[in-house]
């Protein structure tokens, strides 16, 4: 293994290593959204944007070693290349499985902020109704509602 290819597999190792810490973040997010824990919730998403950012320029890093692994190589194609290197294919299968939680966790968090949303926007919306209602017994304390109905029940 020359040292371009040992460069590449430690820089997907950290790359499986920043999703892996992305992944808890989103875990303590849902107990923090669960726990309404504003304070932690906010140090969770600035966590979460360093990450996010440290893993894209990791993949760029990764993206650049590859090309100049194979830039001046008469190997196979890129794809298979890689395929052959021993540690790939369980730092792929590895990086794969954790996108795909992250995307499941993602997907939950978010469908509990909006569901607590929703409920939320539901009981603004019966508080703000019941102001505006009217009351059983108005027409009792608005005389001139009570004359127009007296009249109303003389001319039938």
Request: aromatic content about 8%.
């Amino acid at each position: 293994m020359n040292s371009l290819e040992m460069q590449i597999e430690g820089s997907y190792e950290k790359q499986a290593a920043m999703l892996e810490q992305l992944r808890d973040c989103l875990e303590l997010e849902r107990e923090s959204l669960i726990q309404v824990d504003v304070d932690q919730l906010w140090e969770i998403m600035e966590k979460k944007n360093t990450l996010v950012v440290d893993i894209d320029k990791l993949g760029n890093e990764i993206k650049c070693l590859l090309n100049h692994c194979f830039e001046h190589s008469l190997e196979a194609p890129r794809a298979s290349a890689l395929r052959e290197w021993p540690w790939f294919r369980e730092l792929s299968k590895r990086t794969t499985l954790l996108k795909e939680d992250i995307q499941v966790r993602l997907k939950e968090n978010l469908s509990f902020i909006q569901d607590t949303l929703g409920f939320f926007n539901e009981l603004v919306g019966i508080i703000a109704k019941s102001g505006a209602q009217e009351q059983g017994y108005e027409h009792l304390r608005n005389p001139q509602k009570m004359s127009e109905a007296r009249i109303y029940q003389r001319e039938v």
